[in-house]
């Protein structure tokens, strides 16, 4: 739980170093509130409800990401490939729904089908967003960097092995 406190204190800490049992521990806390948040919202507003579980979201957006950027430093990494998945993300999800309102009034008037290439377009995007992110979680996996990097001193630094 300390871990999951030193991350919410840390919020909007985009430089440093976080430590894989710092990064892991967060992931973990907010994966169980997350479900608790989503338990309390069945129960009080049913099945539709996303209130508190959606604020608890948007309350751990920035310690997520900031504790990630952390993260990739201590493996020596930019904190900018985070800034790309976002974008390619937001980009994709965003091109998609453009192109594909266009598409999918149409096949309800039924004045035309979804082509071939939106189709194989959605599935390009989709790969290359999984890929990323299996990059993303690989990196976070590994170990840091042992002693001081170009992001700060080791999170370890002082620790007996």
Known sequence: MKWFILCLRNYVNFSGRARRKEYWFFVLFTFIFSIVARLLDLLIFGPSG????GLFGLAMLLPQLAVLVRRLHDTNRSGKWVLGYYLLTILWTGIIIVWGMKYFVAAMQGTAGM?????????VGVLAILAYTIVL?????LPGTKGENRYGADPKAGEMA
Do not use: E, R
Not at 50 to 53: D, G, N, P, Q
Not at 137 to 141: D, Q
């Open 50 to 53: 996303m209130l508190i579980s």
């Open 115 to 123: 082509p071939v290439g939106f189709s194989i377009f959605a599935i």
């Open 137 to 141: 979680l690989v990196w976070s996996c």
